[in-house]
């Protein structure tokens, strides 16, 4: 069994279509696509998409972060 604490209400998913993985943050999830990408993994541009799920509230919101965010965090490196 694996379980994961959410901290603040708000975790990232990071979805390659095939595969999801959950993040804390939108760094270590938009690092994780970068170590993806530069490991050799082939990911279907047009399935691909980092969700920020706010648990806060009655109503979970879950919002895809834009493109344009995702590439800004790729050139600063993010995590690794």
Known sequence: MMEM???NGV???LDTGDEKWIYDTES???G???KLVSGGKEIDHESLNILEVNT???NW???ALPWSK????L???GKQ
């Open 56 to 58: 806060e509230g009655e």
């Open 5 to 7: 604490k959410v901290k």
């Open 11 to 13: 975790f990232y998913l």
């Open 61 to 63: 919101q879950i919002k």
């Open 70 to 73: 995702i590439a800004i965090g």
């Open 75 to 77: 050139m600063k490196g």
């Open 32 to 34: 994780a696509l970068k």
């Open 28 to 30: 270590d999830a938009i």
